[in-house]
């Protein structure tokens, strides 16, 4: 079993983002960081973070693209804003299929979203700082994944680390 946060569009808000990391650093395999930050690349609150450059990340030391592999999962990670993010999931789809990936993370469009879409779990986690959309009003969100033999348990969480009972779904991995 693997347990992997994924954040994103903090712009700038790294209070949240040392509360949220600190508090789950040890109860996650991996965190997430989807973009837009603002902070420098080499910001010390994204030591064991795995980032990726939003569109208002500037410094060029972030990857525009990640590929986390171990032996039981391969994940891609972009903030979406290159591929398209806000007007289809297509070109990012397509770059996940490049590298095998199962789970496919993004940001960019500040509003929260998960499916099953050719065998891939695609998550957005929404914008911490500042969300879009219906769930705007819950002040900003994050997502844990759990990835077990058979499913994709994914748990919604609102800036005060609380789980939202109606944001949480279970995916049956395919055969």
């Known amino acids: 079993m693997a347990k992997y946060l994924f ?49 208002m990340d500037f410094d060029r030391k972030y990857e525009l693209t990640n590929h986390y592999q171990t032996k039981e999962q391969s994940i891609f990670q972009t903030h979406g804003h290159l591929l398209g993010a806000n007007y289809s999931l297509t070109k990012l789809i397509l770059a996940a299929k490049a590298v095998n990936a199962q789970i496919v993370t993004f940001g960019h469009t500040h509003q929260l979203g998960v499916e099953v879409a050719d065998n891939m779990l695609i998550i957005n986690p929404g914008s911490i700082s500042q969300p879009r959309g219906k769930y705007a009003h819950l002040g900003g969100t994050y997502a844990i994944v759990t990835v077990d033999a058979s499913t994709y348990d994914v748990q919604y969480y609102n800036r005060a680390m609380v789980a939202i009972p109606d944001l949480h779904f279970i995916f049956n991995l395919s055969e």
């Open 7 to 55: 954040i994103s569009d903090a712009h700038g808000d790294r209070d949240i983002l040392t509360q949220i990391f600190t508090a789950n650093k040890d109860q996650v395999t991996q965190i997430f960081y989807n973009g837009d930050s603002e902070l420098s690349a080499n910001d010390e609150v994204f030591d064991d973070v795995i980032t990726v450059a939003g569109n």
